[in-house]
Structure formats: structure tokens, C-alpha cells
């Protein structure tokens, strides 16, 4: 069954969702810059190269909605604007141009400054003591693209939700003396989300024989668990960022949750919706929390049967020299490419039960297939799954 996903997704991408579904996607295009400003300086002419190519890659798979992950923010939405028109409106190395009526944009808490030492290192001001590691506001953020109307009236986001306020939260101690790693005056303004938690509604007309319904899409990026010390803070906060979205679905575990505009509670229990975004947790490899990531795919609400794959993926494993660069998942369904260290799969694309999976892939073609070269613009690859509600 793994060899039929992996052949499937090799070559199913580069085309139109399955017939009456659609297709939902998530990737992390590595279209930050460490400047403020900076990325719509490089995206005004319309030949910024590495914007080309992450363009050809979403023509290529064609989603219907994306979530786009380390897109930065601007307040303006100018870069969204530019990407819109300048990239994905203009075909790429020979593929159909592909517009998105919809899109959305909000603030993150990727450099925003805290006025504290957060890092512990002496010192305030760092990238590391802003209240999501950042060189300046927005940078990391998030952008969602979608054919289809956005219910923009019942957006939520949870920016603002702090991380004391989950019940049972895993807050960093220093393993000697197990003292708190923050202080009272810390965490009276760290915010749980490194960037943001948005649950955003799309209406999604009739397709073929099914009746238009509403699919929450459920968007995050979750810290890396690595680049701190022996605390693990990173880590516990990435087992809390996911967490977060396991008890947003949860009608029995939400009851605390407090969106940005003051609404308390979760996700209705007959919601469908599709959790997307780098989820920066891989469930067998790396250095999250061991469990973090089971929290979604053991939940039961979603429907974790079916795991995205490619063939790209296992041929670039393949190709590793360094022993300890080869984990022990299968590197089919490996998400990300980092070089001489462990690819993972920690991009994804989680549907709900109550939507039916029609096909889906990790969009990683082989050596010279097309788009093969498009996809080092970024050491992220898309995850695409095609979905439609249960009959």
C-alpha cells in the first residue's frame, strides 16, 4: 500500500483535484526576510526568483485553499497583493497561471518585541526574547489563499491567549533545581502561539453531487522544539501549540480557550475542517516531545488513515551519506529537506472525520520530473490532500 501512495502522489499533483472534492494544502514557502519591509521590496518587480519558483510549485499542485507558513506580514497586505498578482497570476516555467479570489492575512507574534530576557542569556532584545522568535514584526507569518468566500464575520485567532492560561501547561523548569524557567513577570505576557492559532470558516459551494458546507480550516506553525537549552522550552511550547489545537476541537477540553475578540470555547462538535500548517513535529523522528504530535493524529476527531507521501521524499533519504541523517519513519512521507540532518514529516494536512479522502501527496517529485527544481526554493515541500464530506 506505501509503494501505491508513493507512485500515486509522485505524478497526481500536478493537476486538478479528484472529481467533487476539493483540494486542501498546506506549505511552508520560506518567503521570509530578516528586514522589515524587505519581502515586498523583492516581490514589487515580479522576477524575485525564489518567488517564482514557490509559484510554480502551487500551480503545479493546484489547491483550492492553501495555507501558506513563513509568508511575512505586513500591515498593508502588499506582499500578499504582489504574490497574488505578480507570481501566481503569471504561469511559472510553463504552468496555467492559478488565481485565488480569497485570501487572509493577520498579525503573529513572530518578533514582537516582550521587553523581557525571555532567553535567559543576559541580555534583552534578542530575536529569541521577542514573544515568537523573529528579527522583526510579522516575520514567519501566515498567509491563507481560497477560490472560495471566507466567512470573515466568525474568524477567530488566539495571538493573544498565554501560555499560563492552559490547564496542565508543560511551563519550562531548570532540571536541576526545577524552578521556573519564566517568572511571574514572563508569563504574565508570554503568549502560547509562537505566531498564531486561526480557525478560519470557508463556504464551499456544491460539488458535483454533494451540498455546499462549511470547512474550518485550522491554521498554525508551532515553534521548532530545538534552539534552547536543557529547559526544552521550545520544545514544551511546541507540545503546547499543538496541544492547543487538539483541545480546540475538543468540546469536552475547549471550555478554557479565549479567542482574540473574548469568545470563550472551542470548535462546535459537528464541525468539519482540515488542520493544516508546519507543525514542526514529526511523530516517529526529531526532537519534539515524545507523543506531541499524536495528540492530532490519535485524536478522535481526525481522520489520520491516510498519510500524505512521495517518492522524491525516499530518494532523498536514499541519497544521504551521514548515517544518523536516516530516522526511523519512512522517508516517504518526509515533509521537509534538511541536508546532512534528518528529513521529517512535520507539514500537514489533517482532515476531520466526516470528510471523505480522495486522494492526496507530498508534493516531491523525483529527479527531473517537473517541478523538481521549484521545490528547493524552500527545504519545506507541500502537503495537499482532496476531501469531499462523507455521502
Given at each position: 500500500?506505501?509503494l501505491?501512495?508513493?507512485?500515486?502522489?509522485?505524478?497526481?499533483?500536478d493537476?486538478?483535484?479528484?472529481e467533487?472534492?476539493?483540494?486542501?494544502?498546506t506549505?511552508?514557502?520560506?518567503?521570509?526576510?530578516?528586514?522589515?519591509?524587505?519581502?515586498?521590496?523583492?516581490?514589487?518587480?515580479?522576477?524575485?526568483?525564489?518567488?517564482?519558483?514557490?509559484?510554480?510549485?502551487?500551480q503545479?499542485?493546484?489547491p483550492?485553499?492553501?495555507?501558506?507558513?513563513?509568508?511575512d506580514?505586513?500591515a498593508?497586505?502588499?506582499?500578499?497583493?504582489?504574490?497574488?498578482?505578480?507570481?501566481?497570476?503569471v504561469?511559472?516555467?510553463?504552468?496555467e497561471?492559478?488565481?485565488f479570489?480569497h485570501?487572509?492575512?493577520?498579525?503573529?507574534?513572530?518578533?514582537?518585541?516582550?521587553?523581557?530576557?525571555?532567553?535567559k542569556?543576559?541580555?534583552?532584545?534578542?530575536?529569541?526574547?521577542?514573544?515568537?522568535?523573529?528579527?522583526h514584526?510579522g516575520?514567519y507569518?501566515?498567509?491563507?489563499?481560497?477560490?472560495?468566500?471566507?466567512q470573515?464575520?466568525?474568524?477567530?485567532?488566539?495571538?493573544?491567549?498565554?501560555w499560563?492560561?492552559?490547564p496542565g501547561?508543560?511551563?519550562?523548569?531548570?532540571?536541576?533545581?526545577?524552578?521556573?524557567?519564566f517568572?511571574?513577570?514572563d508569563l504574565?505576557i508570554?503568549?502560547?502561539s509562537?505566531?498564531?492559532?486561526?480557525?478560519l470558516?470557508?463556504?464551499?459551494?456544491?460539488?458535483?453531487d454533494s451540498k455546499?458546507?462549511?470547512?474550518?480550516?485550522?491554521?498554525s506553525?508551532?515553534?521548532p522544539?530545538v534552539?534552547?537549552?536543557?529547559?526544552?522550552?521550545?520544545?514544551?511550547?511546541?507540545?503546547?501549540?499543538?496541544?492547543?489545537?487538539?483541545d480546540y476541537?475538543?468540546?469536552?477540553?475547549?471550555?478554557?480557550?479565549?479567542?482574540?475578540a473574548?469568545?470563550?470555547s472551542?470548535?462546535?462538535?459537528?464541525?468539519?475542517?482540515?488542520?493544516?500548517?508546519?507543525?514542526?513535529?514529526?511523530?516517529?523522528?526529531g526532537?519534539?516531545v515524545?507523543?506531541?504530535?499524536n495528540?492530532?493524529?490519535?485524536?478522535?476527531?481526525?481522520?489520520?488513515s491516510?498519510?500524505?507521501?512521495?517518492?522524491?521524499?525516499?530518494l532523498?533519504?536514499q541519497?544521504k551519506?551521514?548515517?544518523?541523517?536516516?530516522?526511523?519513519?519512512?522517508?516517504?512521507?518526509?515533509?521537509?529537506?534538511?541536508?546532512?540532518?534528518q528529513?521529517?514529516?512535520?507539514?500537514?494536512a489533517?482532515?476531520?472525520?466526516?470528510?471523505?479522502?480522495?486522494?492526496?501527496?507530498?508534493?516531491?517529485?523525483?529527479?527531473n520530473?517537473?517541478g523538481s527544481?521549484?521545490?528547493?526554493?524552500?527545504?519545506?515541500?507541500?502537503?495537499?490532500?482532496?476531501?469531499r464530506?462523507?455521502?
Open positions: 500500500m506505501v501505491l501512495l508513493v507512485v500515486v502522489a509522485g505524478f497526481a499533483a493537476s486538478h483535484a479528484a467533487g472534492t476539493i483540494r486542501v494544502a506549505y511552508n514557502t520560506s518567503l521570509f526576510r530578516d528586514s522589515d519591509g524587505q519581502l515586498v521590496r523583492d516581490l514589487e518587480d515580479g522576477t524575485n526568483e525564489q518567488a517564482k519558483r514557490i509559484a510554480e510549485v502551487i503545479r499542485v493546484r483550492d485553499i492553501l495555507l501558506a507558513n513563513e509568508f506580514y505586513d498593508s497586505g502588499k506582499a500578499a497583493e504582489l504574490f497574488l498578482t505578480k507570481y501566481l497570476a504561469g511559472q516555467n510553463g504552468c497561471p492559478i488565481e479570489a485570501h487572509f492575512i493577520a498579525p503573529v507574534n513572530t518578533g514582537k518585541p516582550s521587553g523581557r530576557d525571555l532567553d542569556n543576559g541580555r534583552a532584545g534578542d530575536p529569541a526574547d521577542a514573544i515568537g522568535y523573529g528579527r514584526e516575520q507569518g501566515m498567509l491563507v489563499l481560497s477560490r472560495f468566500p471566507i470573515r464575520d466568525h474568524i477567530r485567532t488566539f495571538q493573544n491567549f498565554l499560563r492560561d492552559m501547561a508543560l511551563l519550562p523548569t531548570h532540571p536541576k533545581s526545577d524552578q521556573p524557567f517568572n511571574d513577570e504574565a508570554q503568549r502560547l509562537s505566531k498564531s492559532f486561526w480557525d470558516p470557508i463556504n464551499v459551494p456544491a460539488q458535483d455546499p458546507f462549511v470547512l474550518h480550516l485550522l491554521c506553525h508551532p515553534t522544539p534552539f534552547d537549552g536543557p529547559e526544552d522550552r521550545n520544545g514544551k511550547r511546541n507540545h503546547d501549540e499543538i496541544r492547543l489545537v487538539a476541537i475538543d468540546p469536552k477540553k475547549s471550555e478554557y480557550l479565549v479567542d482574540d473574548g469568545q470563550r472551542g470548535l462546535a462538535g459537528d464541525a468539519l475542517f482540515v488542520i493544516v500548517g508546519d507543525l514542526n513535529a514529526d511523530p516517529v523522528d526532537d519534539s515524545p507523543g506531541a504530535m495528540q492530532l493524529l490519535k485524536h478522535s476527531r481526525v481522520d489520520a491516510f498519510t500524505p507521501a512521495s517518492a522524491g521524499g525516499k532523498a533519504t541519497r551519506t551521514n548515517p544518523k541523517a536516516v530516522g526511523q519513519g519512512d522517508p516517504a512521507y518526509d515533509t521537509s529537506n534538511f541536508g546532512d540532518f528529513n521529517l514529516r512535520i507539514d500537514y489533517l482532515p476531520s472525520k466526516g470528510l471523505s479522502i480522495k486522494d492526496g501527496g507530498v508534493f516531491w517529485p523525483a529527479p520530473e517537473p527544481e521549484a521545490v528547493n526554493a524552500t527545504d519545506h515541500r507541500s502537503v495537499w490532500i482532496d476531501v464530506p462523507d455521502r
